[in-house]
């Protein structure tokens, strides 16, 4: 039974009701032994419940109501940004000449699609301060490969094949080391000061002639800015290096400051994030990326261009580039969705963005602070870390803290992360979100380390009012229940 006392799909079996009603078959019948190996042929028709098409209806809308999302509630992700995506994005993408044509038609029969795109590589370029983007990488991760393998690219193509190491911060995303080790790169950490800012003093020991790129988020992924991000682009590129930055954290510097600007001279860009085309439950995302001059040649193709004669279409002729990266080119459905956010946004609209992300970080930030750990006590930009180190020595985890947030409604914060902050808890409001939403999550907040002194036991049996209650961790590790099982 369900949290509403509705049997399950499979409880409600009957025999003999149908939840489908289709024409009869007015075509000749086929015979399966002719089509597939036997091995490949039912001897027996599947145990599939039989209901109603009213039945199988309620169950699916009962299991979508379950689903979180930035629809449905507030969605404090840190590092991913979950604000809310437009509808007017999805009416765009939906538009017959954008959701109907298909990639290996003609380009002359796809003008709009293709000027939609060159525009938005035009707009990209503009917001990172880099001299050329392709739209190809499908994901953030899947952009940072992409701009290792360029960053890869141009060092052999100097004949400076010894750089192999990839400096990354002690606090950078889990997906900056692994997109090096896939890129045939090895990594090197550095370390963070006492001010959760990159060790100068570390970077120039671990920087040297086989250093092929430091990888950045700036700000970092405790949200703070590296204010000394111009001497480090200095002391990597004195170094022969490039400077990498990961796009995750854009949505705290638009129209505010550029990564060109700062030296960096690869970066990807997450629409799916900054740039609101939906994510989640595993995509689709968009991760494209921004170039340099000096890295243009070895951008994947085919590359997006407007022709002499004003029409649009693909350049192919790219004799040093590292190939294509993705079939045809790019989720282009969330390019249209983050195209649509930056016209209808401005150049105002998207300074707005993080003036009011970083207002909303900072009033929930300082909240907080009286109930929570405060690792780094100093303005913070579009998210900020707490620790419940306070709470630890009570006996409630963060991640009893994250379980008991269910219950008010609420999909938990990023926890555990980054590794270098004990009892992490990384908060994003994202800009979407109205004060009386954040006031309402930080009651919740502060009640949790009101019970964590007063009545531990309720934080460290949550949740208390989710269809599923507390889970066997150990177990559902080792021993995963991945389908329903019908009982004898």
Request: net charge negative; aromatic share 8%; proline share 7%.
């Amino acid at each position: 039974m369900n949290k509403q006392n509705q049997p399950l799909i499979f409880e409600m079996s009957r025999e003999g009701r149908i939840g489908y009603s289709l024409p009869e078959n007015d075509v000749p019948e086929v015979d399966l032994a002719e089509l597939f190996p036997a091995a490949y042929i039912r001897e027996e028709a599947p145990e599939l419940p039989e209901v109603s098409e009213l039945d199988i209806m309620r169950h699916y809308t009962a299991l979508s109501n379950r689903n979180h999302g930035v629809d449905s509630g507030f969605y404090p992700l840190g590092s991913c940004t979950m604000k809310y995506n437009p509808k007017i994005n999805e009416n765009v993408a939906r538009f017959p000449g954008f959701a109907h044509i298909h990639p290996l038609q003609d380009e002359s029969t796809v003008q709009g699609a293709l000027e939609l795109m060159h525009d938005l590589q035009e707009h990209l370029i503009e917001i990172t301060g880099m001299d050329e983007v392709t739209l190809q990488p499908a994901a953030g991760a899947h952009g940072e490969w992409t701009g290792l393998m360029m960053i890869r690219a141009f060092h052999e193509a100097n004949n400076d094949h010894n750089r192999t190491k990839v400096i990354v911060p002690d606090s950078a995303h889990g997906t900056n080391p692994a997109s090096a080790t896939v890129a045939g790169l090895e990594t090197i950490t550095v370390k963070s000061d006492e001010n959760g800012l990159v060790d100068l003093e570390d970077l120039r020991r671990v920087v040297g002639e086989d250093t092929a790129a430091l990888m950045l988020t700036n700000p970092n992924t405790l949200g703070l800015f590296e204010e000394n991000i111009l001497e480090m682009a200095r002391i990597v590129h004195d170094a022969g290096g490039k400077l990498y930055y990961d796009g995750a954290n854009l949505n705290a510097v638009l129209s505010k400051a550029r990564p060109g600007d700062m030296g960096f001279d690869v970066v990807h860009l997450n629409l799916h994030k900054t740039f609101t085309g939906p994510h989640g439950g595993g995509g689709p995302g968009s991760g494209p990326v921004g170039v340099k001059a000096d890295l243009i040649p070895y951008l994947p193709k085919p590359l997006v261009v407007k022709k002499d004669d004003g029409t649009f279409g693909f350049d192919y002729d790219r004799p040093d580039s590292i190939g294509r990266v993705k079939p045809f080119y790019g989720n282009f459905g969330i390019n249209v969705r983050a195209y649509t956010y930056i016209r209808s946004m401005g150049p105002d609209g998207l300074k707005a963005v993080t003036e009011y992300a970083v207002l909303n970080a900072n009033y929930m930030m300082r909240r907080l602070a009286e109930h929570y750990d405060l690792p780094f006590d100093r303005h913070c930009k579009h998210e900020f870390v707490l620790s419940g180190k306070r709470q630890k020595k009570l006996g409630v985890r963060t991640l009893d803290i994250a379980k008991r947030l269910l219950d008010f409604g609420y999909h938990p914060p990023t926890i555990y992360f980054p590794l270098n902050v004990e009892e992490c808890i990384m908060i994003e409001p994202t800009e979407t979100e109205s004060k009386e939403t954040l006031d309402s999550f930080i009651e919740a907040m502060i009640q949790i380390a009101r019970e964590a002194e007063e009545n531990p036991e309720v934080v460290q049996e949550a949740p208390h009012t989710t269809v599923i209650k507390r889970l066997d961790e150990t177990l559902a590790a080792r021993k995963p229940v991945l389908r329903y099982q019908k009982e004898a």
